[in-house]
Every structure is written in C-alpha cells, then in structure tokens.
C-alpha cells in the first residue's frame, strides 16, 4: 500500500511520486507461518522530513516536498509511519496511531486463566502520525524584546545566530549548528523509543490507551532533553568512539567556540572535584593545631619563666596536678621507699628504678577502695604506725594483699613487682 502525503525528493537521480509504501500481510500469511520466523515487532518506516527557513520550504534540507495544507513553512513537518506487521492486540486499540479493530477469529486464540482469548490486528499496514516542531532560542543578555527568535523551524533559529558578530552569537550559532529534535531521535533509536514496547511480549501488545501516539511523542521529546544536556559535554570531548569523530562531531570553527570547549565544568560521576585550597589549608590548618597540642606546655613554662610575677611555687603546682604526677605523689605519701625520676617539667612521667615496689589495692571495702603500702615496701624515715599484734589486725593485712601475693615455698607472701 502507498501513501500519498507529497512525493519524495529525488535522491542519485531517483525519486518516487508516493512517500511511503508498506507491506499488506494477510490473515493466512500469518497462519502459515506460526511464529517460525522472526518474532514481529513495530517497523517505524522511513520518515520524511520537509524543513523550512524565513517561512519558504528548504528543498536542500528536506526529504519530501509537502502537499498543499501540510506544510505552513513557519516549523519543520516530519512523518512518522508506524507498522505494526504481525503484533497481535489483546484488545482492541483505539489510539489513532495504532487503531486496531480486526479480530483474529476462531483461527487463533489461547488459552489464559480465565478462558479463551481473541486478538486484534492493526487496520493500517501502516499508520502516518504527522508532527510539525517549532524551534526557539533566547539570549537573555540581550534587550528585552529581542531576547528570543521568533518560533520556527531548525533552520531559522541557526541562521538568526550565523547572522550575528558578537561573541556569544558565535557560541550559539556553534551550539546549534545541530539542532536536537524528535525526527533525530525516531531517525535513529527507530521502533525501540516507542514507548508501546515496554507492554509488548513476543507478539502480544498488552492493551494501549487511547492517547498512545501523546505518551511515544513526550517519550521522544524527553530524549532530545537529555540529548541536549548530553550534546553539550559531547560538543567538548566528542563521541566516545573515535570513529564517528569525522561524520557525526562538527569542530569548533571560531575562537569563541574553540574556548567554550576548553572551559566547560560538568557535574559527571566519573570524577571527583576536590579544591588544592581548601586541602591545604586543611593539612596546614591540622597540623598547627596538633603541634601546638604538643608544645603549648612547654611554652607556657618559658613564657611563665620569663615573668617574675609568676611565682615558682604556682608553676610547679601547676605541673603537679597532672594526672601521673598526682599518682606519685598518693605513693610517696603512703610512705613508699622507691626513688623517683621525672617528677617536675613539662609532660614529665615519673618512674621508679627497676625493682622498686609500690602501694597495692586494698579491696576490704568494695565501696571504698584505696591504697595501702605493706611494712616491706615503707620507707625507714616513714612515720611510726602503731603495731597491732592482734591476730586480727595481721589477718586483715593478709586479706588486703592477698589478691596481690603468691605464696612461696615457705609459705610466706610475696609481694607483685609492679614496675615488671
């Protein structure tokens, strides 16, 4: 079957009075056949294209030259034509696009859940969807009121920009010296950015609505949005293969375009942006901090030596409230005979020399621990504690350094090195 919207414009010396021409399959050609062949799928034939510029028809740049009424010359007339071939319908489709009323009959069905079930198939070998786009591009630095081109085709909106001599007309006349739009997009994904196919399983369409033909044309125009945030990363780095480089990546023809490649910043997964600022001031900022950490005793010791208002007395007990010095001095008050180093200076650790035996835990009472030092480790000038001979004072020592003893050989108790 041939349809007649305008003949085809000639190409090599040939050209045809129709503009399209499908296939008619029969009932008993499907029957025959029985699926042993490949399985059907919607044919998005060839599309035409009729272009206009400064509201006359673009010959040059069209594919068909349009009937009389189809073409206004203020947008870009495209023809979409959908054959649906061997797709079986489980119901019928009223969508204009993919109208389906011919029922199969009793020569095909199958049987489902609940029973036996009839399809449908197209009317049309093919059905003609026919879209007009109007192209628009603004500049706001531009005064008001002529911030934007007037709405028409592709055509118009370049050549309004290759007119201009500024630098930001440059760019743009660059930018959109290939224009996206929903003929690229059905030119070239074909039957597979159908929106209708993510309900199609085999040879068997699920049931469309009847606004179908909307929901595959707002399907497309979202792919020339994304098409476009694509084309402008792709504008600077090309194709990702090489080999469409010298057919399908126009290079930057002008000083203007040629910087806009070279300083484009695109928020991409692939990579991570990180400021060398930012990070050094980080690592110097980190490390200040952590050695003033570290010095800012020592220093406050010579700044406080350097000051005859800061008496001696107050910087030692200063120094002598650290947490380990505080240790030592709980030992040395007990009475403990061990020699000591490291008990003034800043972050200075006092230690005993090898050997040298401290205060033990005295757990008699749980809620109340503290530390006694045994007889063996108390120094000879200690003060005098009045002995107990009672058997009950000795016995209450054995309990309290019991936990912190092994008996010997002989019986006697000896007493953990604490510096081991």
């Not at 399809?119 to 192209?135: H, I, M, R, T």
């Not at 994904?189 to 369409?205: D, F, G, K």
Request: hydrophobic share 40%; with cysteine.
């Amino acid at each position: 079957m041939r349809y007649f919207y305008g003949p085809r414009i000639p190409s090599k010396g040939a050209g045809f009075n129709y503009t399209y021409e499908a296939e008619i399959r029969s009932h008993e050609q499907f029957l025959f056949e029985n699926l042993t062949t490949s399985l059907p799928d919607y044919d998005l034939g060839s599309m035409t294209l009729a272009c206009s510029y400064n509201g006359s028809f673009l010959p040059d740049q069209s594919s068909f030259i349009p009937t009389e009424g189809l073409f206004d010359g203020d947008g870009d007339v495209a023809l979409f034509f959908l054959s649906a071939n061997d797709i079986l319908y489980s119901k019928e489709i009223n969508d204009d696009w993919y109208a389906a009323h011919r029922p199969m009959g009793q020569d095909y069905q199958s049987s489902t859940a609940t029973g036996q079930a009839s399809y449908y198939l197209a009317d049309e070998p093919a059905a003609v969807l026919g879209c007009k786009s109007q192209f628009q591009a603004c500049d706001l630095n531009l005064a008001a009121g002529q911030q934007c081109s007037a709405p028409g085709g592709s055509y118009d909106v370049v050549y309004s920009h290759l007119q201009r001599t500024d630098k930001r007309g440059k760019v743009l006349a660059w930018i959109l010296g290939a224009p996206k739009s929903i003929f690229d997009v059905a030119i070239s994904l074909r039957s597979s950015s159908l929106a209708s196919r993510y309900t199609l399983r085999q040879n068997i369409q699920v049931g469309l609505p009847d606004n179908q033909w909307q929901l595959d044309v707002e399907n497309w125009h979202n792919i020339v949005l994304a098409g476009i945030q694509g084309g402008v990363v792709d504008s600077a780095t090309g194709p990702s293969d090489a080999d469409m480089l010298k057919y399908f990546w126009r290079r930057p023809d002008s000083d203007e375009a040629s910087y806009l490649c070279k300083n484009q910043k695109v928020i991409s997964t692939a990579y991570q942006n990180f400021s060398v600022l930012g990070l050094c001031l980080i690592l110097i900022l980190g490390s200040l901090i952590v050695g003033l950490e570290y010095s800012i005793e020592a220093i406050i010791t010579i700044v406080e030596s350097r000051f005859r208002n800061v008496t001696k007395y107050a910087r030692l007990e200063w120094l002598a409230n650290d947490v380990l010095q505080t240790q030592r001095l709980a030992h040395e008050e007990l009475g403990v005979d061990a020699t000591w180093a490291g008990c003034a200076g800043v972050r200075a650790v006092p230690v005993t020399e090898k050997g040298q035996m401290l205060a033990v835990l005295d757990i008699r009472d749980p809620k109340h621990p503290r530390l006694q030092a045994p007889e063996e480790v108390l120094a000879p000038t200690a003060t005098a504690v009045e002995e107990e001979t009672t058997g009950t004072a000795m016995s209450m020592e054995k309990e309290a350094l019991e936990p912190y003893s092994s008996a010997s050989d002989d019986g006697t108790a000896k007493l953990y090195d604490l510096n081991k």
